[in-house]
């Protein structure tokens, strides 16, 4: 079965990095796109953009652009999703997601909690 | 990028009711991009309905997704103990994708 397994809870500080992984079995790795979805405590789900699993390629949320990175690894069937310069805003639960066509989000993993604190 | 408009943001009901939830969008979009989430307290997003109008694997046929022009609708016919949460709209045919503000669908 499809399983997206993230990894652990973060806590930092503000200006730091944060690199949260999201290593996909059950399925082709090269096939689907993956995509990261954040949600703040409390509010609704915020699109942060997709890495391409066969190419490498990526695409970034306007807002992102320039503080988030988004690699991945074909020999672990990982992605990684980068994210700089936090601040308390960034405090949330990042999700890793697989777009299956024409399904939209049919995987999620289970989320990594980052707090950004001083 | 396509703006979606959840609608209410807050949804009273008992169970054994029927829900009827709103996402317009803010201006054209193919409706096989259109999908529903369901996120449960604590939980992670659960995928309904794709494409607008078909469900996913294993969800019951008392949830139900339709269209008119950029407005689209889920309508739950029978509200369950279980389907009281957060339902998000999505627009997923092109960058970037999108997320509707959510409906809270609570109990009454």
């Known amino acids: 079965q499809v399983q997206l397994m993230q990894s652990g809870p973060e806590v930092k500080t503000p200006g730091a990095s944060v690199k949260v992984s999201c290593k996909a079995s059950?399925?082709?790795?090269?096939?689907?796109?993956l995509h990261w979805v954040r949600q703040a405590p409390g509010q609704g789900l915020e699109w942060m953009g997709v890495?391409?699993?066969?190419?490498?390629?990526?695409k970034y949320a306007q807002k992102f652009k320039g503080r988030v990175t988004m690699t991945r690894d074909t020999s672990t069937s990982t992605v990684y999703m980068d994210l700089g310069s936090l601040r308390s805003e960034d405090t949330a639960t990042y999700y890793c997601?697989?777009?299956?066509?024409?399904?939209?989000?049919?995987?999620w993993g289970p989320g990594t909690l980052v707090t950004v604190s001083s | 990028e396509i703006v979606l408009t959840q609608s209410p943001g807050t949804l009273s009901l008992s169970p054994g009711e029927r829900a009827t939830l709103s996402c317009r969008a803010s201006?054209?979009?193919?409706?096989?991009?259109l999908a529903w989430y369901q996120q449960r307290p604590g939980q992670t997003p659960r995928l309904l309905i794709y494409g607008s109008f078909s469900r996913a694997a294993g969800i019951p046929d008392r949830f139900s997704g339709s269209r008119s022009g950029t407005d689209f609708t889920l309508t739950i016919s029978r509200l369950e103990p279980e389907d009281f949460g957060v339902y998000y709209c999505q627009h997923y045919g092109s960058s970037p994708l999108t997320f509707g503000g959510g409906t809270k669908v609570e109990i009454k």
């Open positions: 890495v391409n699993p066969s190419g490498g390629d990526t």
């Open positions: 059950g399925y082709t790795f090269t096939t689907y796109y």
């Open positions: 201006q054209s979009i193919d409706s096989s991009y």
């Open positions: 997601a697989r777009l299956a066509y024409p399904f939209g989000f049919d995987s």
